[in-house]
């Protein structure tokens, strides 16, 4: 008899503390598991989003010379960028669009949060109402002086965190 209830007793002592350790380890389990889960979400977001930069000019003619091609008063910036992933991409206003030359890089901030500053950036899809897949984004840099002739970067980084960049000379 005291074999039987020692043993009962062992058993209930197993099962509770079998069952002690489910809640404690179960929890992190479970949110391991969706963090690696929205990790991979976001990598395979990141894979598909892809911009390829195709051509950056501004308005000066072949001798260096400031042309207002499109009558705003301004010194324009032109950037045509291709999605070439399989996403759409969205907020496209909330792109990080940096423009350097010889060492010195510029953060160029969308109209809608520069305040009226420049200079600053707005876009237009080229060829429908959506970046997607194949659609080409046509950037104007605006700004307040001309940039003078020389070697220049662009980079493009959109909301999910791809980025493309870009040589030219002007």
């Not at 792109?95 to 420049?118: K, M, N, P, V």
């Amino acid at each position: 008899m005291d074999k039987a209830l020692t043993t009962i007793l062992l058993v209930i002592a197993s099962l509770v503390t079998a069952v002690m350790v489910m809640n404690a380890v179960y929890p992190a389990i479970s949110q391991s598991s969706s963090s690696l889960s929205s990790i991979s979400t976001r990598m395979v977001d990141r894979m598909k989003s892809q911009t390829a930069i195709v051509h950056a000019t501004g308005e000066l003619d072949q001798d260096g010379v400031w042309q207002d091609t499109n009558s705003d008063g301004e010194f324009d910036l032109f950037i045509w960028i291709k999605n070439v992933g399989t996403n759409k991409i969205i907020n496209i206003e909330n792109s990080d669009i940096f423009l350097g030359g010889q060492g010195s890089w510029t953060r160029i901030l969308h109209e809608d949060w520069a305040g009226g500053a420049l200079p600053s950036w707005d876009y237009t899809i080229e060829n429908g109402n959506e970046w997607i897949q194949a659609n080409t984004i046509m950037i104007e840099i605006s700004s307040n002086s001309t940039l003078q002739s020389g070697e220049y970067q662009i980079k493009i980084i959109i909301p999910n965190g791809v980025s493309d960049e870009y040589y030219f000379s002007m």
